[in-house]
């Protein structure tokens, strides 16, 4: 599977809505490590469970997040370990409501390509 390859479409592709909204996300050669092996980790989750919601996909990245040793604070800090985002998918702002499934429709869409079926591990 060409899982970096999604993540890196889906990255840009939720760039593109970001931008939309006037909120400066990198492009995916500019994000930081740990970022990128998320994506690819969220990509990966989804190709195990294709019919994943927002919902799920939500509560995946917090524990994910929280078993790290994340905790909930009003901004975002990647060296405290700390995000505004730790909380129920229902307490989220609209915006990364629409990251969710903007990343999810971009994730099922590559996965329905055929050539993105074919194992690369």
Excluded: C
Excluded at 48 to 56: A, I, L, R, V
């Amino acid at each position: 599977m060409k899982t970096e390859i999604i993540a890196r479409a889906a990255h840009e592709i939720v760039r593109a809505y970001y931008s939309s909204i006037n909120f400066f996300v990198p492009v995916w050669e500019d994000v930081p490590e740990w970022h990128a092996a998320a994506t690819i980790n969220a990509v990966l989750a989804l190709i195990q469970d294709p019919e994943k919601t927002s919902e799920e996909h939500h509560a995946t990245w917090m524990n994910e997040r929280l078993a790290d040793g994340w905790t909930l604070n009003e901004s975002e800090d990647v060296d405290a370990k700390e995000h505004p985002y730790l909380v129920p998918y229902d307490d989220l702002p609209h915006h990364k409501k629409s990251e969710d499934a903007i990343f999810l429709a971009a994730v099922s869409s590559f996965l329905d390509l055929s050539w993105a079926l074919v194992d690369d591990q």
